[in-house]
């Protein structure tokens, strides 16, 4: 590695909820650091991944989609979003080339052009749509916007990824390596292993479930000095009583397939043996207290 040259930078990844900004990120990465789910508004944190090659370093956020607010806890994520734009050298405004340009796109372009920072449309799904289509759905976005770089990419099946990173390494300024080069992502496990059970309780439950949801990890440790066994103690907060029965599920079935899917994906991560323990806990109205959700692990840079 030729330290002259060497390039580091900050990417933000934008778009509205669902378009796949958590499945690209992954991807990028090589690994699951952020959740993902077919429900909107799945991300809540700026999720920092960190991509490393011989030419440089960059970091991404993947932001919270953004949408219309319904509470404190949206507002905040807003905000993020806000916060997010400002402190980085280059934006992904990801889009799904499946979608119709609509009022959510055309919000999130009004942002953007209230930053001076380069921008990229980055066209996601390409493999949901016919190629002849998508030189007019291309067009209705730079008759908006002027973008630095125009990239279409399919996040799931990786393809056109490898162009997106080169022309983003090049994009870069010249910099330090900010993180080891085998560092993927700046949250500690404690955080990964709260969203892994997360995303398993969006992927199970229906639509009721979802946002209503925070999970903490209470505890977690090796249980011998060896670590071949890791104990995890974990509480799954909800703002209802029928949503714990839900969560429960008849005789214990929903929780414990919750546990053993979750379970899997963290042994993965972790790479030993696990030990879920999961509790259920009911506070009411947790997403408008912000004191409940920056207790739960809910937090973004301070003004």
Do not use: C
Request: hydrophobic letters at 35%; proline letters at 5%.
């Amino acid at each position: 590695m030729n330290n002259d040259t060497y390039k580091s930078g900050f990417v933000a990844i934008i778009g509205r909820p669902n378009v796949g900004k958590s499945t690209l990120m992954n991807h990028i990465v090589g690994q699951k650091v952020a959740i993902m789910s077919d429900k909107p508004q799945t991300t809540r944190n700026k999720i920092r991944a960190v991509y490393t090659s011989e030419e440089g370093q960059i970091v991404f956020l993947d932001t919270p989609g953004v949408h219309k607010p319904k509470s404190k806890l949206g507002d905040y994520m807003n905000k993020m979003v806000e916060t997010a734009l400002r402190e980085v050298d280059v934006i992904l405004f990801l889009v799904d080339a499946s979608e119709k340009l609509g009022p959510g796109d055309e919000f999130i372009i009004e942002k953007l052009k209230q930053v001076k920072t380069p921008v990229y449309l980055v066209i996601n799904k390409i493999d949901k749509v016919h190629p002849e289509e998508l030189l007019p759905f291309i067009d209705r976005y730079k008759d908006l916007y002027d973008f630095a770089q125009i990239i279409p990419v399919s996040a799931l099946a990786g393809s056109n990824v490898t162009r997106l990173m080169e022309t983003l390494v090049d994009e870069m300024p010249e910099g330090p390596q900010y993180y080891p080069e085998d560092q993927i992502t700046d949250h500690p496990e404690r955080f990964v292993v709260a969203e892994l059970i997360r995303e398993k309780v969006l992927h199970l439950t229906r639509e009721e479930i979802p946002h209503s949801i925070a999970v903490v990890i209470d505890q977690m440790k090796p249980r011998d000095e060896h670590k071949t066994l890791i104990d995890i103690y974990a509480t799954i907060y909800t703002e209802r009583s029928t949503q714990k029965g839900i969560l429960v599920g008849k005789q214990g079935a929903m929780m414990k397939e919750i546990g053993r899917l979750a379970r899997e994906d963290i042994e993965r991560l972790l790479g030993t043996k696990v030990y879920l323990n999961l509790w259920i806990k009911v506070k009411k109205d947790w997403r408008n207290q912000e004191n409940l959700f920056r207790n739960f692990g809910f937090y973004g840079d301070e003004e």
